[in-house]
């Protein structure tokens, strides 16, 4: 590291850098782990990064990578829907381009003789949105606790998840795309961190929501050996499907582009417009029927695909045949993870969670029989309810939850690595409280970032001795493995005998087997 006029200077694979330091804190934004997106490329596996003629400034967060931005107008939204839409300001803000591909460091020390452990932390947005410059997703507050934090961006929507093996030639349209780029940036820690004072034998991965998706492919990818060492899951949807459904839709959006199968030209000349719209998958969807297999059962238009050579099996068999031995993993969820989509959209609640539980259909059960069953169920295990709050609590468990449990449960049985689980309960007073424990709140307080997330957290004094502590025992987690805090009480690994898991909230406690009633229900589903 060479210091000059206030410029940080590291040497990396691909030349000279300089960055910033501030409040103790070096930060590096923008950095290239891969090549520009231009042409063909925005189609293709990751390719290497281009060496620098000069300098390169990383001083400030580059492009963030093409992404559907519509959104509802705050007049049509409830005062918590306009709380929630706060969070997606910044989208706005960052220029769009084909040299998105750039992750970002935060960093206490830059010597060659420091090993930090390292956190690598996927942001979420369904896989759909959002980008490594989102202001939660800052990591100076939890580097100053002796940890490299790395984020980054990634390819979004089609142009990270339209699968096409086959259909062109070589790895044109090759499937997982975006994975892959996750895949590229821990190749590019590997060989880069210890130029930041990172430990490149001690990288967590963690992902939020579809970052949460992206740590579980990673996991159950056999392309990933030897490259992650821990894992934190946060309410990450297991939402994989076979690569022949992918293929469906992608021959018939091939149709509604223009585009011939094997015509790399025309597909190289798709527009940027067209190729971060997520229109044409839902269009499709709206189709009766089961055309589309596993993808017509479960509308969601970005995801990705097992049965292929990055992810040649679903998430839990992959689990099951060994995929995470030797990798702690710490999993968890918000108590209110399903609200955070029906309050983003104007509609009167009850329609709003129907309407999304109808979107998710294939996951909550393959039948209109079998999903009414559980919705009796539900009822009977949540008499106090209301309909819509019985609704919210089926979409937090089949979207977020009880897969990530059946997959805890798979890890530890193993018990080639520990396994540790957490439920976020603390509720936002923001709005009268209509947040709840929200999905993706747990941000906050894992990054330690309650200053920057006031929208969404309210009276940040009163919340920040659980950040701290929930912080703390991350921490200790990426550092060594176990979990642990001095405000919190001690935290026991997970098994499917006790199922003992860390609740956060205002008084945080360990409980056995948490909402048995409701986890139940799930025993039959896969």
């Known amino acids: 590291m060479i210091k000059q006029e206030n410029k940080f200077r590291v040497k990396i694979s691909q030349g000279i850098i300089y960055g910033m330091k501030e409040n103790g804190i070096y930060t590096f934004k923008g950095i290239p782990y891969a090549a520009p997106l231009n042409g063909i490329n925005r189609w293709m596996p990751p390719k290497p990064p281009i060496p620098f003629k000069e300098e390169f400034d990383a001083t400030k967060y580059g492009e963030i990578c093409p992404q559907y931005t519509a959104t509802v107008p705050g007049w049509l939204l409830p005062k918590a829907g306009k709380a929630l839409m706060v969070m997606m300001d910044d989208v706005y803000k960052h220029s769009q381009g084909e040299n998105c591909l750039n992750l970002n460091i935060w960093t206490s020390e830059i010597s060659l003789n420091t090993s930090l452990p390292v956190i690598v932390f996927i942001h979420g947005g369904g896989l759909s949105l959002g980008s490594g410059a989102d202001p939660y997703f800052d990591g100076a507050n939890i580097s100053k606790q002796g940890v490299v934090f790395v984020n980054f961006n990634y390819r979004l929507g089609m142009m990270g998840f339209l699968s096409g093996d086959g259909l062109f030639k070589e790895d044109i349209l090759a499937s997982n795309r975006g ?53 934190i899951v946060m309410s990450g949807p297991i ?75 679903d998430i839990l068999e992959a689990l099951e045949k060994g995929a995470s031995n030797n990798i702690d993993i710490l999993i968890g969820s918000c108590k209110n993870d399903g609200r955070v989509g029906y309050l983003a959209i104007p509609f009167p609640n009850y329609i709003g969670i129907r309407l ?52 805890a449960e798979i890890h530890s049985r193993h018990k080639k690595g520990k396994t540790y689980v957490y439920q976020f309960n603390w509720e936002s007073p923001v709005v009268d409280g209509k947040l709840g424990a929200i999905h993706a709140l747990d941000v906050a307080f894992v990054l330690d970032n309650l200053k920057i997330s006031e929208p969404l957290v309210g009276n940040i004094s009163s919340a920040q001795p659980l950040a701290i502590g929930v912080s703390q025992a991350i921490v200790s987690f990426v550092k060594t493995g176990t979990p642990t805090s001095t405000s919190l009480p001690a935290w026991p690994e997970y098994n499917e005998t006790t199922r003992q898991t860390m609740v956060f909230d205002k008084v945080s406690k360990i409980v056995t087997d948490l909402d048995r009633d409701i986890r139940k229900i799930w025993e039959t589903r896969k």
Not at 202 to 220: D, E, F, H, M, R
Not at 291 to 296: F, N, P, R, V
Not at 370 to 389: F, G, N, W
Not at 394 to 400: G, R
Request: aromatic fraction near 6%.
């Open 179 to 231: 994975f892959m780029d996750a895949l590229a940036v821990l190749k590019w820690v590997k060989e880069n961190i210890s130029q930041f004072g990172g430990d490149a034998n001690n990288v967590t991965i963690a992902g939020q929501s579809g970052g949460g998706t992206a740590v579980w492919a990673l996991l159950a990818s056999p392309k990933s050996k030897g490259l992650i060492h821990k894992a």
């Open 356 to 407: 999304l539980n109808y979107m998710i259909a294939g996951m909550i059960a393959p039948t209109k029989r079998e999903r009414k069953e559980i919705v009796k169920k539900y009822k009977k295990a949540m008499p106090d309810s209301s309909c819509t709050l019985v609704q919210e609590q089926i979409q937090t468990d089949a979207l977020y939850r009880i897969r990530a449990l059946k997959a």
């Open 239 to 313: 939402n994989m499907v076979p690569i022949e459904d992918e293929l469906k839709v992608t021959k018939d959006v091939l149709k509604k582009l223009k585009v011939p199968l094997g015509d790399e030209v025309a597909l190289a000349n798709v527009s940027a417009k067209k190729a971060k719209s997520p229109l044409l998958q839902t269009q499709l969807f709206s189709k009766f029927g089961d055309a589309y297999g596993e993808m017509s059962r479960t509308k969601l238009p970005t995801t990705g695909a097992y049965g292929t050579e990055f992810l040649p099996d």
